[in-house]
T-cell receptor, first 113, second 109 residues
Framework: IAGITQAPTSQILAAGRRMTLRCTQDMRHNAMYWYRQDLGLGLRLIHYSNTAGTTGKGEVPDGYSVSRANTDDFPLTLASAVPSQTSVYFC????????????FGPGTRLTVL | GQNIDQPTEMTATEGAIVQINCTYQ??????LFWYQQHAGEAPTFLSYNVLDGLEEKGRFSSFLSRSKGYSYLLLKELQMKDSASYLC??????????FGAGTTVTVRA
């Protein structure tokens, strides 16, 4: 693989269920990010990680958690999904957490009913 | 919160020029990105400006004025494949990215 992959591509989920969105990059980038994209609101940062073993909160972290056990993987977990979490989720990575260009995965379309 | 404004939609004719403006009022500034996003796809990098002035890259150019909190993306010789959303994103003082809502450009034959 080359770049960033996300899984699943799309998912329909019942409210209250737990869900983990997967993200893997093979570029050995230090920094990784999770965004959600909603119509009219643009991309909003949920959580980020500037290196393996560390994570931080973005603009809209409530209801989401992340972990960064190694450089390549950055899963996003919804502990108990709610309908307002219906969105398109993008994972991204960059060499560093500064002015480096971010590269985006193909996205996961999540619908919570 | 951050304030990054860009027009919602623009329409232009194939072969024409379109200028997408972006104004920002943010907590700190460490540079500005433009990304292109085709419907149903991931955003892809177009340009990066950190100093005032014009950066030209083929048919696309990006301009920045830090004193005015203003940038524009110029698309020349429009092609049908340029129909997409164009996202303005500011690197904040803490080095996180803050995105505008995006401008959807429709190119007509």
């Amino acid at each position: 693989i080359a770049g960033i992959t996300q899984a699943p591509t799309s998912q329909i989920l019942a409210a209250g269920r737990r869900m983990t969105l997967r993200c893997t990059q093979d570029m050995r980038h230090n920094a990784m990010y999770w965004y959600r994209q909603d119509l009219g609101l643009g991309l909003r940062l949920i959580h980020y990680s500037n290196t393996a073993g560390t994570t931080g909160k973005g603009e809209v972290p409530d209801g989401y958690s992340v972990s960064r056990a190694n450089t390549d993987d950055f899963p996003l977990t919804l502990a108990s999904a709610v309908p307002s979490q219906t969105s398109v989720y993008f994972c991204a990575s960059s060499e560093g957490l500064d002015t480096d260009t971010q590269y985006f995965g193909p996205g996961t379309r999540l619908t919570v009913l | 919160g951050q304030n990054i404004d860009q027009p919602t939609e623009m329409t232009a004719t194939e072969g024409a020029i379109v200028q997408i403006n972006c104004t920002y009022q943010t907590s700190g500034f460490n540079g500005l990105f433009w990304y292109q996003q085709h419907a149903g796809e991931a955003p892809t990098f177009l340009s990066y400006n950190v100093l005032d002035g014009l950066e030209e890259k083929g048919r696309f150019s990006s301009f920045l004025s830090r004193s005015k909190g203003y940038s524009y993306l110029l698309l020349k010789e429009l092609q049908m494949k340029d129909s997409a959303s164009y996202l303005c994103a500011v690197i904040l003082g803490d080095y996180k990215l803050s995105f505008g809502a995006g401008t959807t450009v429709t190119v007509r034959a």
